[in-house]
Every structure is written in structure tokens, then in C-alpha cells.
């Protein structure tokens, strides 16, 4: 898989998935953080909160934005924190890919 | 133990980068994130391939750990003060490691790489090189270590600690949500254990939580404070953490991590497990 240059105000592009994740079986949440400037935030701590807001898990943004995580079908909190400012997004995710963009503001 | 003893802020970490006696070292699950910026004069150890045997699945052995510190620089009377990233996981997973061989001087950086980030303190790329050193290791204390055995003999009788996110423990998810999730071991948790998610400990920016509310959130969740404990998780790193917390900070005398974890338990057959919210009752004999 390739990997585009990200431009925030592009449609959302996802972390490229490993050969071995199989879309099939996989809930896949994944997305770029944004700055309010429609710059891509590396470096950013995406987490996932669960459906009773309980933390899930947790990681870092690539330079280009992106971010990614293996979940299961059901609702979704991804809460971004980055020296560019927060961001907060509520998703309902199912089986295969789900994208979704964060803008944080500062 | 206690707060005092065991935890440094960044605001400390700052102050004495570069004190001689004092060694930064950087423990990630990501063995990468080291290279792109450490704090300054920090060494790295990664968890897999320096702390793992390569072929078993064990700790690297007393020789083998005086032989990696001895040549990262790291001497027997210097205070090694860990942190990483991950909310510090692998930065407690280490902590506890050098505790089981024995290190007298030994903190845990509060709120680990992220806090040090999100406050833009100083990270550098530079390479860091340290005169060895001779160091010497205890034989392991196995004390603060729980194997198998120890833990199914522990359900109904000890505390048992599960602190994996609520959907691994109710066996929604097999692994933390940034792993896929196609895994070998059977989902659920072990039978009595209290779901006691080692986020609840930490603030948001990677922080531990006051003393007071740690009492607050084991308490609440029924932890009886009379009777020993074992922390685990999947493969022993997040269990670190709430180690950490229970003897490190709280002080509580008898705390053992459980390293084999979840890979191992819902690997093992005919032993009890528990599915869904509820920690479940012992199996009747």
C-alpha cells in the first residue's frame, strides 16, 4: 500500500494497514488530526474512550497526521491532545475501515 | 514506599538533567520514538530486545541484565530514573524489572514522554554514550513476581487485579485497541479478578492521580487492603503500572505483576474463565 502526502483539507486519509489485517473480521478507526490551520499534526495522543467514556487506548499521530486502531463494532469517543490544542470527535464504528478527521483547536 | 520515594515531576527531571548520579532512561513499546527526540543525555533500553530472552519467553537472566546495564552505562549506585511513552507503561514495566534484580535508586518520571512533550520541554536527537560501568545484580526477588500456579491458587483467596481496558475484560476485545485483534488466547478474564483499568490511575496528560483518589478508586472497587494482590494484564506492562501505584505510591506491602498476563492465562487449558462485566464467582469443586 502507498502512503499519499496528506493534506488535511484533502479528503480523510488512513494510516496504511499492515498486509495482515483482514478487513473481514477487523473495526478499524482511523484518520488524520488536523490543525485549525488545515495543517496535519504529527506527534499528536489520539485516544479511544469507549461507550461509557472509559479510556481504551492510546497513541501517536505520524508526521503526516495519521492515526490508528483496532477496535470492535459500537460507539466510539477519539479524544486528540497535541501542543496545537485538543480535539474530540463520537463515532459509531462497524466491521472494516472507519474514518473520521479530528481539528484540534487551540 | 511512597510518592516521595519513587515518582520525580518533570519540573525535577528538568532541574537535574545531567546531574552526575543521575541516569534518564527511555523504555517504549514503540522502540522507535527514542531516536526521533529523548531528553537530553537519556539512554534507551527497549523492552523486547533488551529485557525478553530471545528464544524463551522469559526475562533476560542476572548476568545477562548486568551485562546489558554494564554496558549502557548504568552503575550499581546511580539513581535511574525511568520514563516512556504510552502513559509510561513500559517505563513501569522497566521499573519493576529493576526492582526484581534488585536496584537500590530508582524513580519513575511522572506523566512520562507525553507530560515532557505536551509541556514543550527539550527532546534531542544527539547520541548518547556512557563509560561503562560494572554492574551487579541481585538474584531475582520473587517477591513482586506471581507465575501461574500462584495465580489460579489465588482465585477466591487473594485479590486479583484485571487491569485491561472494560471490553478486553469482558471479552469484546483480545488485545488494547492500537493491536489487531486476532489473537490465539481465549477472551474473558480470570474468575474473582476486580476490573480495575490501570487508566483510572492516571490523569489525562499521563500523570498519576492524587493519593487520595487512588485510595478512592481501589477501595471503591472493593479491593480488600488486608490481603495480598496480583496485578496482570495482557503481557504485563500495563500491570506494571497499577503495581506501581499499589506498592510504589500507596504503599501496600504485598503486591505481585503477574508478567505471564492474559497471553499466558487464556492460553492455559481447563483452567476457570470468566466472560462479561461481572468478576465472576470461584468454580465450585
Redesign the interface.
Given at each position: 500500500m502507498t502512503t499519499n502526502s496528506v493534506g488535511c483539507g484533502a479528503p480523510v486519509q488512513s494510516a496504511p494497514l499492515p498486509a495482515s489485517v483482514d478487513l473481514e473480521k477487523e473495526t478499524v478507526i482511523t484518520g488524520v488530526v488536523c490543525s485549525g490551520e488545515g495543517d496535519p499534526v504529527g506527534g499528536a495522543y489520539v485516544r479511544l474512550l469507549d461507550a461509557t467514556g472509559e479510556f481504551t487506548a492510546e497513541v501517536v499521530t505520524s508526521p503526516e497526521g495519521q492515526f490508528r486502531f483496532f477496535a470492535a463494532p459500537g460507539t466510539w469517543t477519539l479524544r486528540a491532545l497535541s501542543r496545537a490544542g485538543n480535539a474530540d470527535a463520537k463515532l459509531t464504528a462497524g466491521r472494516g475501515l472507519n474514518e473520521v478527521a479530528l481539528s484540534v483547536i487551540a | 514506599m511512597s510518592r516521595d520515594s519513587a515518582l520525580v515531576s518533570a519540573d525535577w527531571a528538568e532541574k537535574y538533567l545531567g546531574a552526575p548520579g543521575i541516569v534518564f532512561v527511555e523504555v517504549d513499546e514503540?522502540t522507535t520514538?527514542y531516536d526521533t527526540g529523548h531528553i537530553p543525555g537519556a539512554v534507551k533500553l527497549d523492552w523486547k530486545s533488551d529485557l525478553q530472552d530471545p528464544v524463551r519467553r522469559d526475562f533476560v537472566n542476572q548476568q545477562q541484565f548486568e551485562a546489558l546495564l554494564s554496558e549502557r552505562g548504568i552503575g550499581n549506585g546511580d539513581q535511574v530514573v525511568l520514563y516512556g511513552?504510552?502513559?509510561n507503561w513500559f517505563a513501569a514495566y522497566a521499573y519493576w524489572y529493576f526492582k526484581l534484580y534488585g536496584h537500590g535508586d530508582l524513580k519513575l518520571l511522572d506523566g512520562g514522554r507525553?507530560k515532557w512533550?505536551?509541556g514543550?520541554r527539550p527532546l534531542v536527537t544527539d547520541p548518547v554514550s556512557r563509560t561503562a560501568t560494572s554492574y551487579r545484580a541481585q538474584t531475582q526477588d520473587q517477591s513482586i513476581r506471581a507465575f501461574r500456579d500462584e495465580v489460579i491458587a489465588a482465585i477466591g483467596a487473594k485479590n486479583l487485579v484485571d487491569v485491561r481496558?472494560?471490553?478486553e475484560y469482558a471479552g469484546?476485545?483480545l488485545?488494547?485497541?492500537?493491536?489487531?485483534?486476532?489473537q490465539a488466547q481465549r477472551a474473558g478474564h480470570i474468575p474473582t479478578a476486580l476490573s480495575v483499568?490501570w487508566?483510572?490511575a492516571a490523569n489525562?496528560?499521563g500523570t498519576f492521580k492524587s493519593d487520595d483518589e487512588l485510595r478512592q478508586l481501589y477501595g471503591g472497587a472493593g479491593l480488600d487492603g488486608s490481603k495480598s494482590t496480583i496485578a496482570y494484564c495482557r503481557i504485563g506492562e500495563r500491570s506494571s503500572h497499577t503495581w506501581f501505584v499499589l506498592r510504589e505510591l500507596l504503599g501496600h506491602s504485598d503486591v505481585k505483576n503477574y508478567d505471564g498476563s492474559w497471553t499466558e492465562y487464556g492460553s492455559l487449558v481447563g483452567v476457570p474463565v470468566a466472560l462479561g462485566d461481572e468478576p465472576g464467582d470461584p468454580p465450585s469443586n
Open positions: - | 514503540d520514538a511513552g504510552n502513559n507525553k512533550e505536551l514543550n481496558s472494560p471490553d469484546r476485545l488485545a488494547p485497541a492500537h493491536l489487531p485483534q486476532e483499568p487508566s483510572k489525562e496528560d
